[in-house]
Structures are given as structure tokens and as C-alpha cells.
């Protein structure tokens, strides 16, 4: 019988590494701290493995308050879950246990304990958490509950990041008018920031998942970020407040994640431009002001000499009509066109190379030119047709991934946004990915001369008749990866007949091969039920047409179908036999929409 000492350590380490993932991940709750403890004490090896894992982080989580006890006769199946009852990992509770409240329990009294039995092996905590997974944060009796597992015994002066996890059903929205923001601090949210910059005075990075945590932890954050402004590296947790501090914030920080209102009513120049290197600022004005962003250089220029990663999701895509636009620009004369705020300052961005705006509002009409001459590698839009129809095309010159929404159009546009794609297609371009997506249900038409020839990924989220697909996919020769999302069969009767012999319809084999080099094909159906039929002899045909590909994903309910037509065809279609089927869509493209998140 083999037994655990047989196993080669690396191997041992890899299966302990895979299970402490998953145990101290980001969707991890405490109890499975448990989980550890219980790999450690398989064996002196296993030991070793696991405590860096259990050392290094410091895990504060709120849960909510244990419901009175039931009779054993109505817990019988229950599936209610609780945490592990061991007070090494749990600590004490909170002193608050009302109705509606939270308790707060940490893994302290455990780390405390790995810092005095080091063994040799000595382990900093590096990353202390605070998480609420199943009730909202209430921050009252925070501090006793702190003071109950003695968690000054515990060496935090090491922690040099804070990360908040939130994963609950609560409203999170933020109203963008500052007055009206809630700084009220009568949930201890004050003094839990107060302990927490105690005990832990190095923290460099404070992050969150997702990014809209709800109004307690943004309290909680606003005096955190404040009191750490002059060390922090990276800030990506909506604040409640603004920053209010007599000077700048650090010149360390080269990441920052913050509302447009925020950064706003924090004062002019108090972000450095110079180093930072990732940006992204959320529900922004239409027309943003960038007073609050300082530059070094000239004053009449304002550089983000560092910034190589630029996001700006505007609130809204339709608050600024084309009076005010215009009017805007007759008080701001050109500035309007350069930075679309107030700031008369020139924009420079030597280093940026990834850009993504969403919700695109009118005012960017006139804007994308001070993109123009930046290095810009990646670039996703977001927004109504009207608005995005005016990305300058002269930034597809540089790009290699390119990602264009439009959301919401009116039926009268549909026209124009297939003008639209037919002007970026004939564009010269070196996109390598890209992604055209369109939520309404018109044919996309194809321009006759398609000039990104260096295009290797496609994703078409449109209705897409399969000949103008083939049109498409026929001028794009270095084609290996293909996604689309609504193909359309009611544009192949020239090549299908509809007086069909077998389920699959007597499909016949184009005269010579559209394109040989796409590898990976992914379809699915667009139109109403009456349209299935067509639409699957549209995605055989289309497959006729591609006699390179060798993965074919396709939904399980359109399975059966492909595969009969496969295996019907293969032998007078060779190349079908080199097909591997994916029943279930797992290769689907992944938009870089968000690639700062």
C-alpha cells in the first residue's frame, strides 16, 4: 500500500499548493481555513507546505448573527451553514448580537500562534483581508471585538496589502453629487479604520472585489486611504469621501481606481500625473475635469508621462445634447475639444497603449484626437452608435486589439452602423483580435476590400448572413480563431436547397475553399424558431467552406444535428473527419472590454 511518505515532494507540493488555492482564494471564506489545518496535520511534510499558506494572511470577516437555536426536530436536513466553532480560528465575537446585526470573526489567535512557534520556517503576514459574503458590514463593535482575540499580539507591521471582498445582495449605488454623500461614521466605521492603521501602519495597496462594495466599506476605505495617501502604490477601493489632505497624494501611486466626483471634490492638483501608471475612473461626467491630476511639465500641458493603462466609464452616454456640446465649446473655445472639461491644459499620453471608454457620450465627438499620436495598443468602446460612430479611425493604425460596442441605437441607425463597420474594415489596420458587436438584429454587410490582413482572432456579435460572413473570413488570410455569435441563414438560398432529402438538407460543397486557415470555429444561431432549420444548413455550409477548421463548438441543442451532418458528409468531405466537436461553448472570445479590472 503506498503511503503519503512515498510521494515525491514535488509532487506533494503541487497537491497542497492546489488545495491552499482554493482555501485562501479570493472567494474563500474563513471556515475553510479549516480546511489547512486539517493538511497540516497529515504530516511533518505537509506541515511545512501548508503554513506559509496559513501565515501569510490575516482573514477578518463579518458574518451574520447566528439565529436562536431550533429544536433538533426542524434542523433534521438542514443545510444551513455555519462556521467552524474552533476559537483558534474564529476568535471571540462581537460584543453587538441584536437582531439584524453582524458578528466579526478573524483567523488572529491562529497567526499569533504560527508567530510564536516559527520552527525555523518565519512567514510575514503580507496581506490582511476583510470580507462579508453573506450580510452587509456594520462596523459597531469592530474595535471590541478586535480587542477580544488580542490582535495587537499579532505582527502586522509587515502587511503591505489590504484587500476588501464583498459578495452579498446589497445596493451598492453611490449617488455622484458629493454633498449628498453619507459621512456619517455612527457605524464604527471611523474607528475600525482608526485599529486597522494601528496595528497595520505599512499598507502600500488597497483593493477590492468587485469594485462596487457597498456604503459601509466605503466609509471604511475613505479614512484608510487618507491615512495611508502619502505611502499607498495602488488605490482601487471606491471611497465615501473625498480626499481631503493638505497635500498631494503620494508620488508612489501608480495604480488608481476612483469616482469621477471623488477625485473631483478632493481639489485641484492632487494626484501626480507623472507616475502613475493605471487609470481608471468611474461614472464620469461628460465633460470630466482633470483639475485634480498635477503635471510636472509645462503649464499648459498636462502629461501622464508613466500611464500605459487609461478607463473612463462615463455615467451616462446621453446626458449632453448637441446645444450644450456646441455651447460648451463657444464658452471653453478649443479646450472643450482637447480635454472636455474646464482644464485649458493640453493632454499627452507618450505611453499609453491600453484605452477603454464606456458609455461613450456625445462630447467625445470631438475628443479622440488627443489619442492620436499616444501608442495605443488596445482600444475598446463602448456606447450608443451616435456616439461611437465618431472613434477616429486614424487610432486603428496602432491598435492590435480593437473591441467596438454599440448599445441601445435607434432602428433609423442600423443602416449606419453597418457603414460604420464597412468604414473600420476598410481601413489599414494591424489588429491581431477584434470584436464588433452590435445588440440589434440587422445584417452586417462587408465592404469589398478588407485591409486587416493581420487579423487572427474575430468575434462577431451581430446577425451575420453566412455569404457576407464568407466574404468577410474569404479577405482575411492570417484568420485562425473565429467567433459568431448570430449567424443568419436567410441569406444562403443560393447555395442550400430548400427541398431537403435529409435533416440536414442536400448542402452542396463550394466550388474551392473560402479560407484554409481558420482553426478554431465557434457558432451560434441568430433569428426565431422558423429560422432553424435554415440557419443550421447555413453553419454546415459555412463549415463546407472552411475545411481547415479542426474545433468546432456549437451549442448542445444544435449537437446532434452538426454531428449527423459530419458523419453523413465526412467521407466525401475529408477534412470533416478532422473535426473535434464541443458540445458545451467553453472557447467563447473574451472581450477586453474591462482589461483594467
Not at 512557534?117 to 459574503?133: A, D, E, I, M, Y
Not at 500625473?273 to 468611474?282: D, E, G, I, S
Not at 477603454?356 to 492620436?372: H, L
Not at 436547397?497 to 438538407?505: I, L, Q, R, T
Amino acid at each position: 500500500m503506498v503511503s503519503i511518505a512515498d510521494f515525491d515532494n514535488r509532487i506533494v507540493g503541487r497537491i497542497v499548493n492546489v488545495a491552499c488555492y482554493g482555501a485562501t482564494g479570493s472567494s474563500a471564506q474563513l471556515h475553510t481555513q479549516a480546511q489547512l489545518v486539517a493538511l497540516a496535520s497529515v504530516s511533518r511534510t505537509w506541515h511545512e507546505l501548508v503554513r506559509p499558506h496559513l501565515q501569510s494572511i490575516l482573514i477578518i470577516e463579518c458574518q451574520p448573527t447566528p439565529e436562536a437555536p431550533q429544536p433538533a426536530s426542524n434542523n433534521r436536513g438542514g443545510k444551513r451553514r455555519t462556521a467552524w466553532k474552533s476559537p483558534v480560528i474564529n476568535g471571540n465575537l462581537s460584543s453587538k448580537k441584536g437582531p439584524g446585526t453582524c458578528i466579526w470573526r478573524t483567523n488572529a489567535e491562529l497567526v499569533h500562534l504560527l508567530q510564536q512557534h516559527t520552527n525555523g520556517v518565519s512567514v510575514p503576514v503580507s496581506r490582511l483581508r476583510l470580507q462579508s459574503f453573506d450580510t452587509a458590514p456594520d462596523f459597531t463593535g469592530f474595535v471590541a471585538a478586535m480587542d477580544n482575540v488580542r490582535l495587537a499580539r499579532c505582527r502586522l507591521d509587515t502587511v503591505t496589502s489590504l484587500v476588501v471582498m464583498e459578495f452579498i445582495g446589497v445596493s451598492t449605488a453611490v449617488s455622484a453629487a458629493v454633498s449628498t454623500l453619507d459621512s456619517n461614521t455612527g457605524n464604527g466605521a471611523s474607528q475600525a479604520a482608526e485599529c486597522i492603521a494601528q496595528h497595520a501602519p505599512n499598507v502600500r495597496s488597497m483593493v477590492c472585489a468587485p469594485w462596487n462594495v457597498s456604503p459601509a466599506f466605503r466609509q471604511l476605505a475613505s479614512p484608510l486611504a487618507v491615512a495611508y495617501l502619502r505611502q499607498l502604490h495602488t488605490l482601487t477601493i471606491p471611497l465615501a469621501t473625498p480626499l481631503l489632505t493638505d497635500s498631494q497624494i503620494a508620488s508612489s501611486l501608480t495604480t488608481l481606481h476612483i469616482h469621477a466626483h471623488i477625485l473631483a471634490a478632493s481639489g485641484p492638483g492632487i494626484v501626480p500625473a507623472q507616475q502613475l501608471q493605471v487609470l481608471r475612473v468611474h461614472d464620469a461626467p461628460a465633460f470630466f475635469p482633470w483639475e485634480a491630476f498635477a503635471s510636472a511639465g509645462e503649464p499648459d500641458m498636462l502629461e501622464f508621462a508613466s500611464l500605459t493603462a487609461l478607463g473612463i466609464d462615463f455615467a451616462s452616454d446621453d446626458v449632453v445634447t448637441t446645444a450644450d456640446f456646441y455651447s460648451s465649446i463657444n464658452r471653453a473655445k478649443s479646450s472643450v475639444h482637447v480635454t472636455m472639461g474646464r482644464d485649458r491644459r493640453r493632454l499627452v499620453f507618450p505611453k499609453l497603449h491600453s484605452l477603454s471608454v464606456s458609455k461613450v457620450p456625445f462630447t467625445y465627438a470631438e475628443a479622440w484626437r488627443m489619442f492620436i499620436g499616444a501608442p495605443v495598443r488596445r482600444l475598446a468602446v463602448a456606447g450608443p452608435y451616435a456616439h461611437v460612430r465618431y472613434v477616429d479611425t486614424r487610432l486603428l493604425r496602432t491598435l492590435d486589439t480593437f473591441d467596438v460596442h454599440t448599445v441601445g441605437a435607434e432602428k433609423s441607425s442600423h443602416g449606419r452602423f453597418t457603414s460604420f463597420v464597412k468604414t473600420l474594415l476598410g481601413e489599414d489596420s494591424n489588429v491581431t483580435c477584434a470584436w464588433l458587436r452590435h445588440c440589434e438584429a440587422f445584417p452586417l454587410s462587408v465592404p469589398e476590400t478588407v485591409r486587416w490582413s493581420q487579423l487572427t482572432e474575430l468575434c462577431l456579435a451581430a446577425y451575420v448572413p453566412a455569404l457576407a460572413l464568407l466574404l468577410l473570413v474569404g479577405q482575411l488570410p492570417s484568420l485562425h480563431r473565429l467567433v459568431v455569435q448570430r449567424i443568419a441563414g436567410d441569406a444562403c438560398e443560393e447555395v442550400l436547397d430548400s427541398k431537403m432529402h435529409a435533416p440536414w438538407g442536400d448542402i452542396a460543397a463550394p466550388a474551392a475553399p473560402v479560407s484554409t486557415s481558420v482553426r478554431e470555429l465557434q457558432m451560434h444561431m441568430g433569428g426565431g424558431p422558423t429560422a432553424r432549420i435554415p440557419t443550421l444548413q447555413a453553419m454546415c455550409y459555412v463549415l463546407l467552406c472552411l475545411p481547415g477548421v479542426r474545433r468546432l463548438a456549437v451549442k448542445q441543442v444544435y449537437c446532434d444535428y452538426v454531428r449527423d451532418f459530419i458523419r453523413s458528409s465526412a467521407e466525401s468531405h475529408p477534412a470533416l473527419a478532422n473535426i473535434e466537436l464541443v458540445r458545451h461553448v467553453f472557447i467563447a472570445a473574451k472581450s477586453p472590454m474591462f482589461v483594467l479590472d
